[in-house]
Structure formats: structure tokens, C-alpha cells
């Protein structure tokens, strides 16, 4: 099947309350103006390189999200026009952020990544550390930033019931912490689910889904 059959199939599926992230890291502009002209303009980019290289020459009606690992000292390239940042695993990140929002003039909307994977190789705060981090003084003073919702990524195995209980903790976790929602903590999104796994996580309640290859095919 093409990119816009593909896309239109995994759309007509998802419940309405799903908002699907087109994940576009290594595709060729070209590929991804396929999924643009078939009305969907909200990607995801896992490198700030990369995600830098495709809103200068992509439309700029496109709603960009930063969904891999950003380091401090990138967050100014994309502070003027990031979308969503998936992917504040510290609070060091989070002030950075905040500092170069209120540059820009701007709120900048985050998700904390939470770590549920059974994997040494997955970035992210585990439940205690992003408690800790929403109940500190310094958090309740960052002006420019808003804390939307929780991203979180399970462990690559094909374990289904395994998947579905790492994003079940994440889900419970996402109801504890709407009940502390304050001015600059506001969560809505619950970003979890891939290809090979998004509709276990539908399941156990995401409403932000990332997926690449299931649009695009295999990335060579
Ligand atoms: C690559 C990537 C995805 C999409 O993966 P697919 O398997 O291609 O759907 C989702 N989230 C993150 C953080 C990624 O890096």
C-alpha cells in the first residue's frame, strides 16, 4: 500500500479521541509531503538536527514534536516553534526550556517521559523522580513552560501482556497526577504507542500515538 493508504487505514481506525503523531525521522521530504497533502500536518522528529532541517523546508503550518532524547543545549534552535516536547527526563532540561521559551515570548508545552521499559536503553524519570520534580519549589516557579502529559515507551519484546502492564502503570500514574494539576501542570496527553505496539496501548488508555514505520515502511 502507499504512504496516504497506509495512513488513511490506521486513521479510519483510531478512536476519536486519538491523536495520531506521524513519525517522520529518516523519511525524505518528498515522503513526508505525501502524508501533508493528505491533510495531516502533526509529526514527530527525534533529532533536533533533523527536525531543524525539515521546518525550514517543509510548510509552516506543520505542527512539529521532539519525541527523542533532547539535550540542554539544544533547546534554543527549537524553543521558536516546537510544538510539543515528548521527551523532559530532567529538571534541568525543563529550566532550560522554560528559559528559552520566555525568550521567545512563548508557553512551551512538555510531557515528562516517564521510564516503564524493562531496558537499560530507554531514557526517562521513574514515578518518584517525576513526583519529586512536580512537587518541588523550583518546578512551581517556571513560568513559561506547561506540563501536558506523560510520554512513555515499553519494552521492545513481543510480550504483549508485559507492554500492556508497563503502559497500564503509566496510565494509573497519569490519573494520580491530574488530580495535582496547578498552572503550569495541566495533563491532558498521554503519548504512548508505536507501531508494533499502539493499539495495546490505546487499550490501556493513550490518547497520543507516535508511529513511523507502519505509514512510511520498514526505515532502511
Ligand atoms: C521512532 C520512534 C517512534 C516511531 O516508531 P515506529 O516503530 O516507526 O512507529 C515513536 N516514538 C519514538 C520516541 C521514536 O523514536
Known sequence: MSISENLATIKS??????????????????????????????????????????????????????????????????????HLIHSVDSFGLLKEINKQAKKC??????????????????????????????????FSELQNINITGLMGMATNTDNKEQIGNEFHSLSLFFNKIKELASFNLQPEILSMGMSSDYRIAIKEGSNMIRVGSSIFGERS
Open 105 to 138: 515570548n512563548r508557553i512551551i508545552n512538555c510531557l515528562l517521559q516517564i521510564y516503564i521499559a524493562k531496558e537499560e536503553t530507554k531514557f526517562g524519570l521513574d514515578f518518584k523522580e517525576a513526583e519529586g520534580l512536580i512537587h518541588s519549589k523550583d
Open 13 to 82: 481506525a483510531l478512536p476519536k479521541e486519538v491523536t495520531l503523531i506521524v513519525v517522520t525521522k529518516t523519511q525524505s521530504i518528498e515522503k513526508i509531503l505525501e502524508v501533508y497533502h493528505a491533510n495531516h500536518k502533526q509529526f514527530g522528529e527525534n533529532k533536533v538536527q533533523e527536525l531543524l532541517a525539515k521546518y525550514e523546508q517543509l510548510p509552516k503550518d506543520i505542527e512539529w514534536h521532539l519525541i527523542g532524547h533532547l539535550q540542554t543545549n539544544k533547546v534554543k534552535y527549537i524553543a521558536p516553534f516546537v
